[in-house]
């Protein structure tokens, strides 16, 4: 079971390799303004483990996130599922800065935060991916 966490860039590039390709619903996307993070539940590709040809259910979750825009979705639609590209990192005032969620069909939801801090854990759930995910150029 993996478990990361992130503290900055670099870290944050390992968890995004992590969570490349992970499906998820519109609706496992929350923002909890007063908790100030932003979380979400997705199926991985186990990339840790690419020879077993497994998806996980995992959790991912960022805190001192002081807004979050959308670009590219409509809040209406909770059952569309959305592939994750991957998640990068804009530093403004060290340590802030934007984390960007980076989506298939150009979707994009960007946090605004204090700092990267950031949660990725598998919640147990494991089965069979039907393929492997392919990025030909």
């Known amino acids: 079971m993996l478990r990361l966490t992130a503290a900055d860039e670099a870290d944050l590039s ?3 390799a992590q969570m490349q ?5 519109r609706a496992e996307l929350v923002f909890d303004a ?4 932003f979380a979400l539940v997705a199926n991985r590709f186990a990339w840790d483990d690419a020879a077993q040809r497994q998806r996980r259910r995992a959790g991912l979750h960022f805190d001192d996130v002081r807004a979050v825009r ?3 979705l ?3 639609d909770g059952g ?12 403004a005032e060290a340590p802030a800065g934007r984390i960007t969620l ?3 069909a150009g979707i994009q939801i960007r946090l605004e935060v204090d700092a990267i801090n950031a949660t990725l854990a598998d919640l147990g759930g494991v089965w069979a991916a039907a393929a492997v995910p ?4």
Not at 34 to 37: A, C, D, E, G
């Open 21 to 25: 390709d992970a499906l998820m619903k």
């Open 74 to 76: 409509g809040s209406a």
């Open 80 to 91: 569309a599922i959305l592939s994750l590209l991957a998640i990068t990192f804009e530093g």
């Open 34 to 37: 007063r908790r100030r993070r």
């Open 14 to 16: 390992v968890i995004s």
């Open 102 to 104: 980076h989506f298939a």
């Open 70 to 72: 959308v670009h590219g």
């Open 134 to 137: 392919d990025h030909q150029v």
